[in-house]
């Protein structure tokens, strides 16, 4: 069951396009075969916009059927909102990028570092430099998801802060707590590990301008785009489509429509935490795709969407950004053409519970799918979509 809207920019309504058609074949042949229950998609491709809505909210033929404003937990595509906010911030010169944490975040003020990745918690030297707000950005300040069995993830785990695919159970100032009792993985800047760092800079933004998250992100983001379905919980469990994970026997339950999501959440967490629309986030993508206005000055965007790592972090990033990739300002970048969809320069990110959103600006493409399929891995991808779409260009 699916539903379309077609418009162009200058709001005529046009006649749906072949071209987009073969891009909307990939999500309801997944969702005829039973791999996900539902999507929604949104594309522009120059000056026209498709909005595709296929199967349905949960699994069972009584369930609702998908439609335009579905919400869904945007997972790690949350993280481009890091970007925006902390480049915006920076702009109005609330900090410089290479500011030290400590300021906001004293409890990182002197962390200790593992004299090796996986040495025992105890063995520990000084760190050679302070971490900064451009290390949590670049998520090079040596705390992070650790993919390995060492004593540092054992114990990520065991305060939970590990990285997973729901907000964590605690409050932004236990979590920081959390994170900042262990070592560093390694040296301020010397290396590369995903996710926690741009949690950390959630809570320090919201300590910088002494007001919640959700008001940041309103007042700079949703607000100024009339992103109104945006948020880190929906009050109404009617429209949020329930999340899955891939099990042996199939999709099994993640989360229900009335479950993390459909109350404030004790921690807004700016890594993954925001719940969201394909409209919303295309309209997002957008806005940055043709220059920022009216959410970072000119020339913000560039620096957002460059590549900001070594060639020796890019190595420790392949698991996560894969073959060809690598990370900005909040924002995995390509740097190589590795696969058929990529180009130097195209920017965006996927979220784990199933979501994707890129833009690249070679070929004059914006788009967004989510779905409520878990993400099996990093590299547990969206390759056939984004081939579609590149073909549309």
Do not use: N
């Not at 709001?11 to 229950?37: H, L, M, N, T, Y």
């Not at 699994?59 to 480049?87: I, N, Y």
């Not at 719940?275 to 957002?304: E, H, K, N, W, Y």
């Amino acid at each position: 069951m699916a539903g379309q809207m077609t418009w162009q920019d200058s709001g005529a309504v046009a006649p749906a396009d072949a071209g987009f058609e073969r891009v909307w074949r990939v999500p309801d042949g997944q969702v005829a075969s039973g791999r996900i229950p539902g999507y929604v998609g949104a594309i522009r491709v120059g000056g026209r916009v498709e909005v595709r809505a296929g199967g349905r909210m949960a699994l069972g033929p009584a369930s609702a059927p998908m439609v335009e404003d579905t919400r869904f937990r945007l997972a790690s595509a949350t993280k481009l909102t890091a970007g925006v906010l902390a480049l915006g911030l920076a702009h109005d010169g609330a900090f410089e990028l290479d500011d030290p944490i400590a300021r906001w975040l004293p409890e990182a003020a002197a962390p200790r570092v593992l004299v090796a990745p996986d040495a025992p918690l105890d063995r520990t030297v000084e760190a050679h430099r302070p971490i900064t707000v451009r290390h949590l950005l670049t998520m090079t300040c040596g705390w992070g998801a650790v993919l390995t069995q060492t004593p540092l993830q054992a114990e990520m785990m065991r305060r939970g802060v590990h990285p997973g695919p729901l907000t964590p159970r605690m409050t932004a100032d236990e979590f920081v707590a959390g994170v900042a009792g262990l070592p560093l993985a390694f040296q301020p800047g010397e290396g590369w590990l995903y996710d926690t760092g741009i949690d950390l800079l959630g809570v320090l933004l919201a300590r910088c301008v002494g007001r919640p998250l959700s008001e940041l992100v309103a007042e700079r983001i949703t607000g100024p785009l009339g992103m109104a379905s945006t948020g880190f919980w929906e009050p109404d469990p009617s429209l949020l489509a329930t999340a899955y994970t891939p099990g042996p026997d199939g999709l099994e339950l993640l989360d229900p429509a009335d479950g993390a999501f459909a109350r404030p959440p004790l921690f807004e967490e700016l890594s993954s935490g925001l719940v969201s629309t394909a409209p919303d986030v295309l309209r997002f993508l957008c806005a940055l795709a043709d220059g920022g206005g009216p959410l970072l000055p000119a020339g913000a965007v560039a620096r957002m969407t460059a590549d900001a790592l070594t060639d020796a972090q890019r190595g420790q990033a392949l698991p996560i950004v894969g073959p060809g990739g690598s990370w900005g300002l909040g924002t995995g970048v390509d740097i190589e053409a590795a696969e058929p969809w990529m180009t130097p320069g195209r920017w965006g990110w996927d979220g784990g519970t199933g979501t994707t959103a890129y833009v690249d600006p070679t070929r004059g493409t914006v788009g967004v799918l989510l779905t409520q399929r878990a993400k099996t891995g990093p590299m547990d991808g969206f390759g056939e979509f984004w081939t579609a779409v590149a073909a549309v260009a």
